[in-house]
């Protein structure tokens, strides 16, 4: 059984910081790719960063400069350092790990999904 369990979030004031974290369990970890997803009420999903396995990184461009992901593989975890937070940061953070393997001669996606962690930005 999958589990990806976030944590971190909460209430704090503009130009405050946050790390979320994110625990796996149930995957081998060091293999997936991880990534950290938010959605605002009202609004898509958004990719926020996402760290592969072999450690590379991408952000979007509303969070780079602010935002850092990182991965521990020795703790099954994944962090995103959260500076200089804005009020328009304010969503529900949600933690993904995901990695495609050939399964019966054909591609296939292994896609996981946290339950989210709320993170309020606000004076």
């Known amino acids: 059984q999958v589990q990806l369990i976030e944590s971190g979030g909460g209430l704090v004031q503009p130009g405050g910081s946050l790390r979320l974290s994110c625990a796996a369990s149930?995957?081998?970890?060091?293999?997936?790719?991880m990534g950290w997803y938010r959605q605002a009420p009202g609004k898509q999903r958004e990719l926020v960063a996402v760290?592969?396995?072999?450690?590379?990184?991408n952000y979007a461009d509303s969070v780079k400069g602010r935002f850092t992901i990182s991965r521990d593989n020795a703790k099954n975890t994944v962090y995103l350092q959260m500076n200089n937070l804005k009020p328009e940061d304010t969503a529900v953070y949600y933690c993904?790990?995901?990695?495609?393997?050939?399964?019966?001669?054909?591609?296939?996606?292994?896609?996981?999904w946290g339950q989210g962690t709320q993170v309020t930005v606000s004076s």
């Open positions: 993904n790990a995901n990695k495609w393997a050939v399964v019966s001669g054909a591609p296939m996606k292994y896609d996981y």
């Open positions: 149930g995957i081998i970890f060091s293999i997936y790719h």
């Open positions: 760290i592969t396995s072999s450690g590379g990184t």
